[in-house]
């Protein structure tokens, strides 16, 4: 399976961008889909994942600004985030695996493919 993240940019605090993930398989419904970001000098961390059943989940961080949601038929999933901060500039990965815990899911560990990743800046 791969993965195409894309959608990143520059914008100023208090802006919006959407970030959106296509894959490269017919199944993609069948397969639970994170986010997660890596800033400079900093460990890559959980953002948002999204089930095949679309129950989401997010990162403290994420939670009230950023959505995650799904369009099985384009293989596609999405990430709008809103209000944006500062510290919000990183690299956004999207991975996706077809069999992952739910305890597993804020790990980047618990996740088989991955994308190349989209870099989102946000200016003060």
């Known amino acids: 399976v791969q993965l195409q993240a894309s959608g990143g940019g520059l914008v100023q605090a208090g802006g919006s961008l959407r970030l959106s993930c296509v894959a490269s398989t017919s199944a993609f419904s069948n397969y639970v889909v994170g986010w997660f970001r890596q800033a400079p000098g900093k460990g890559r961390e959980f953002v948002a994942t999204?089930?095949?059943?679309?129950?989401?989940y997010y990162a403290d961080s994420a939670k009230g600004r950023f959505t995650t949601s799904r369009d099985n038929a384009k293989k596609s999933v999405y990430l709008q985030m809103n209000s944006l901060k500062p510290e919000d500039t990183a690299v956004y990965y999207c991975?996706?695996?077809?069999?992952?815990?739910?305890?597993?899911?804020?790990?980047?560990?618990?996740?088989?493919?991955w994308g190349q990743g989209t870099q989102v800046t946000v200016s003060s």
């Open positions: 991975a996706a695996s077809r069999n992952i815990i739910v305890s597993s899911y804020t790990n980047e560990n618990g996740y088989h493919y």
């Open positions: 999204i089930r095949r059943d679309r129950n989401t």
